[in-house]
């Protein structure tokens, strides 16, 4: 499936709802939501991800390519490979400094641990 196009523009406001959405799966996660279910309660509308509109092209991306991470010496994950990333960028016809700037949201927010576990 092939995302649709990214919008040229959207303002600073942009990237909010993504790095909102890489917080949720970094913090949260499906996982979360699964046990609560299996323990047979209902699902808070509150606890799901937040929603996304124009920038799910965005994030299609992006959960194509969160196993393409580049490593450091101490084996710990310092960004994603954007060789695919572009390659899929001009295969769909998108801006790729736009769709960089919006995906590099998306991959401070996966590499931010929480305060708690920051060292």
Known sequence: MQPGPVPH???SQRKKRLTARARWEREIGW???QAIGQAGREVDEDDLPPPLGWEAAIWTLYARLCTQWRT???GRA??????PAIALMQHWGWDIDLGLELLQAVEGEALNPPLEKRS
């Open 9 to 11: 523009r959207r303002g």
């Open 31 to 33: 996982e979360y939501i």
């Open 78 to 83: 310092t960004g994603l490979d954007y060789n």
């Open 72 to 74: 450091g010496g101490n």
